[in-house]
């Protein structure tokens, strides 16, 4: 989402299972008409590690 997002964003985060280091993680990236909704999953096992949104102020 690098360049994408407006002068002025509102981000939402919620945290769930820590990542351990070291580590791979997936980032998922979905956009709607509202903005973007992020999760990063752990690649094998597929649990979130953390959720959130941007959206556009």
């Known amino acids: 989402i ?3 997002l407006p002068d002025a964003v509102k981000y939402s985060v919620r945290f769930a299972k820590p ?3 070291p580590a791979r993680a997936g980032l998922y990236v ?3 008409a509202d903005g ?4 990063l999953r752990h690649l094998t ?6 959720t959130g949104t941007v959206r556009a102020v």
């Open 19 to 21: 990542v351990v280091l």
């Open 30 to 32: 979905q956009r709607d």
């Open 45 to 50: 096992k597929g649990y979130p590690h953390l």
């Open 2 to 4: 690098e360049g994408q």
């Open 36 to 39: 973007w909704d992020l999760t």
